[in-house]
């Protein structure tokens, strides 16, 4: 048995050297690119969905799609790496689900810069001390995102990605710390919410204390008695708490969609998704008037969201997405029609759909 293994262990070993050299010559062709583009930007979200969904449609036993596309995407961020070190903004502190979120989108061959809040964020990037930004824009159980909708009606940045981060919610606290101790829970308000069910049954004269952040509430857990923190992994990582339980989600699908942002326009791909705003006059059947142009059309909506204006009292916009291109031939005569007939109208950003 061990002839066979140190068998197995050497043609591993010389897959290893060939991927290597795989490898460097991947990067080769990505230096030469980077020099044929002139500037333009390293980061272009439509080439890397084509590469990662190409990966994804052929992998199979014995890596799965999940595992192959980590792996390539840490290809292409080192890669991406030589052409442009990208600096991107995100909601901190570190150890954040929004974190999650970059590494997740660009990998590890990137600077993340955690901002104390969205708004923050978002300034980071108009003022182009990063290259772009990362917000969370709504949750699977707990809906949109106020502020990070509100912001979106005002800024010059472009939506050009969105990443769907499977959100895992741990109770952890100091080590050697048991459950039947724990008089304090931190979180923030929505992972408060989102683990309501599980706090109900398993600590239920706990007090539940919302804080800024999942990272904050980690600290504070790590330097208090009796305390604990809902947060992800990396948190507990950070601050060297241990994990009291494991997903303590109510709904196992929890997810929080997060939006890339950034003075970039996108190309089609054949799997997008195009964010626009409208608003119309308050009169009677002016909002099916508004949403006519996309059923005429046969363009899916995916989400609609209304939100106060800021402009004048009792006025409201509409926050609509939908699946296609805006570019696209399908979908650009309902765009045309909806500028002519919308009091408001502008597309906040057509980029790949969340690989």
């Known amino acids: 048995m061990s002839d066979d293994i140190d068998k197995l262990r050497g043609e591993i070993d010389r897959l290893d050297d060939e991927l290597l050299g795989l490898l460097q010559r ?17 980061y272009r979200p439509e080439r890397e969905s084509e590469i990662l969904r190409r990966v994804a449609a052929q992998a199979g036993a014995p890596l ?5 596309t980590r792996v390539f995407r840490e290809v292409i961020s080192a890669c991406r790496g ?6 991107i903004a995100y909601l901190g502190p570190e150890g954040t689900f929004s974190e999650q979120a970059v590494r997740k989108h660009f ?9 104390a809040s969205i708004d923050e964020v978002f300034r980071r990037c108009e003022s182009g001390a990063v290259h772009y930004a990362v917000v969370p824009a709504e949750n699977s159980t707990e809906g949109v995102i106020g502020r990070t909708l509100d912001l979106l009606l005002v800024t010059p940045l472009r939506i050009c990605g969105e990443i769907e981060l499977r959100v895992q919610q741990n109770l952890m606290a100091t080590r050697g710390a048991a459950l039947a101790a724990v008089k304090r829970v931190y979180s923030h308000a929505q992972s408060l919410a989102q683990c309501a069910g599980w706090l109900n049954q ?13 990272a904050e ?8 008695s009796g305390a604990a923190a809902i947060a992800g992994e990396p948190a507990a990582a950070r601050f060297q708490l241990e994990l009291l339980a494991r997903s303590i989600e109510d709904d196992p699908n929890n997810t929080t969609r997060f939006l890339v942002l950034g003075p970039l326009d996108t190309a089609p791909t054949g799997r997008d998704r195009t964010s626009l705003v409208l608003s119309a006059e308050n009169k009677p059947g002016a909002v099916h008037a508004l949403l006519s142009p996309l059923a005429q059309n046969r363009v899916s909506m995916t989400r609609i969201e209304s939100r106060p204006s800021l402009q004048r009292k009792w006025h ?8 296609g291109h805006a570019a696209d031939p ?7 029609e909806l500028g002519r007939i919308a009091s408001l109208f502008r597309v906040l950003g057509a980029y790949p759909r969340s690989v």
């Open 26 to 42: 991947r990067a080769r062709l990505a230096q030469r690119i980077g020099t044929l583009k002139g500037g333009a930007p390293a």
């Open 64 to 68: 799965p799609a999940e595992a192959a």
């Open 82 to 87: 030589l052409e442009e070190a990208l600096q």
């Open 107 to 115: 990998g590890g061959a990137v600077r993340a810069e955690p901002a």
């Open 202 to 214: 398993n600590l239920p004269a706990a007090e539940r204390v919302p804080v800024s952040s999942n």
């Open 217 to 224: 509430a980690a600290r504070r857990a790590a330097g208090e």
């Open 316 to 323: 409201y916009v509409f926050f609509v997405d939908i699946l």
């Open 330 to 336: 399908g979908i650009a005569p309902a765009l045309e």
